[in-house]
């Protein structure tokens, strides 16, 4: 594997689901993204995470909850989800913060 | 509110010819400026980054920075049917916030 990858990519769930996103890196990086991307929406950061460490929490509902056990490996938990929660998700990676990102293919999640 | 403003689009180009793409931010402090290609349903993709005044060249593409006008652009000359895609300016803040600010993109059409 090479670069950011992201499982799954394509995720449909009810509102009552408890699921997991999953992102890995194999860039050799120390910081971490999510992102929510919305239909005719920019990209909106949602938790940054620097050497395992979360230095951004972009004002997300408690329904998202993320987490970072090490610098390769970030999980975005989802639980009582709402359908305007339908979106792409992306993962990202960077050397140190504010840096370069790169970015996983995404999951693609809808809410029913 | 920090904010980085891009037309929306789409710019139609017909193929062969200069696509200019063109950005503006709010952060007289940002020291680093991304541009990123999205395909639709994609992930964005980095394809240049540029951190001093001027221009930089990479193949086909050019990025133009000018801080005290806070604008940065991006030149793709000899436009392809494949550029055509919505692309993402992105800036960093400064004040030690360790994230990037992106723009809701511009829609770029080529057509042969």
């Known amino acids: 594997e090479t670069g950011v990858t992201q499982t799954p990519r394509h995720l449909v769930m009810g509102m009552t689901n408890k699921k997991s996103l999953k992102c890995e890196q194999h860039l050799g990086h120390n910081a971490m993204y999510w992102y929510k991307q919305s239909a005719k929406k920019p990209l909106e950061l949602m938790f940054v995470?620097?050497?395992?460490?979360?230095?951004e929490n972009n004002s997300v509902p408690s329904r998202f909850s993320p987490e970072c056990p090490n610098s390769s490996h970030l999980f975005l938990h989802l639980h009582t989800l709402q359908p305007e929660d339908s979106a792409l998700y992306l993962c990202?990676?960077?050397?140190?913060?504010?840096?370069?990102?790169?970015f996983g293919p995404g999951t693609r999640l809808t809410v029913l | 509110q920090k904010e980085v403003e891009q037309n929306s689009g789409p710019l139609s180009v017909p193929e062969g010819a200069i696509a200019s793409l063109n950005c503006t931010y709010s952060?007289?402090?940002?020291?680093?400026f991304f541009w990123y290609r999205q395909y639709s349903g994609k992930s964005p993709e980095l394809i240049m980054s540029i951190y001093s005044n001027g221009d930089k060249e990479d193949g086909r593409f050019t990025a133009q920075l000018n801080k005290a006008s806070q604008y940065v652009s991006l030149l793709i000359r000899d436009s392809q049917p494949s550029d055509s895609a919505t692309y993402l300016c992105a800036v960093n803040l400064s004040g030690g916030y360790n994230k990037l600010i992106f723009g809701a993109g511009t829609r770029l059409a080529v057509h042969p």
């Open positions: 995470y620097n050497f395992k460490e979360q230095t």
């Open positions: 990202a990676s960077s050397q140190v913060a504010a840096d370069t990102q790169y």
């Open positions: 952060d007289r402090g940002s020291q680093s």
